[in-house]
Structures are given as C-alpha cells and as structure tokens.
C-alpha cells in the first residue's frame, strides 16, 4: 500500500522561507510523477508544482521564482522549498504521487503552513 506523508509546515512571517517534504512509502518512488497542491479555507485545491518522474517541473504562476520543487528517489522523498513567502501562500499543502502505469493516484494527509503579514 502507498503511504505519502508530508511534513517541514508551521507559521512564518511574510518573506520567510519553509521547506515541505514528503516521504513516500510502499511503491517505486522513481516511477512517479508527483506534485504538490494547497487548499486554502474555502476554496479548491488548486496546483502549485509538479515534477516528473524524468525531473521535468511545472509551477503556478502564483509561485514562479520563489518555490521549487525536488525529488530525491534515493530518500522516497519530494520537497517544496518555499521562499519569500507572502500571507496567500496560507494553506494546507498536500503531496500527490501517479503512477501512470496503474493510472492510479495517491494523496497525504497535508501539511498546514501559516504565513503572517
């Protein structure tokens, strides 16, 4: 069974800096194309970044030039550095894992990160 876990959220000040990862257990990390979502109150869960199973990546304009997404499929585990962090960054962000052989697609259990003006 494919377990995600993230983990690295929590409350920052306005230009601050996290970085998320998240571990993934069960599967062939190196297999998948991963992403990572937000949602915030209210409303849907929208992408913020996403990166291949070949290290291709794709980011929200939302985001361009401050997060960056990484995979190290020696550790099972994808990372969203976060930089210059501003208050609508303020969601929970979720890992996501496909596996586009099975066409299945995983999700964790999130990871809330606050971000304070």
């Known amino acids: 069974q494919v377990q995600l876990v993230e983990s690295g959220g929590g409350l920052v000040q306005a230009g601050g800096s996290l970085r998320l990862s998240c571990v993934v257990s069960g599967g062939i990390f190196r297999d998948y194309d991963m992403g990572w979502y937000r949602q915030a109150p209210g409303k849907q869960r929208d992408l913020v970044a996403t990166?291949?199973?070949?290290?291709?990546?794709i980011y929200a304009d939302s985001v361009k030039g401050r997060f960056t997404i990484s995979r190290d499929n020696a550790k099972n585990t994808l990372y969203l550095q976060m930089d210059s962090l501003k208050p609508e960054d303020t969601a929970v962000y979720y890992c996501?894992?496909?596996?586009?052989?099975?066409?299945?697609?995983?999700w964790g259990q999130g990871t809330q990160v606050t971000v304070s003006s």
């Open positions: 990166i291949t199973s070949g290290g291709s990546t």
């Open positions: 996501d894992a496909f596996n586009s052989i099975i066409s299945r697609l995983y």
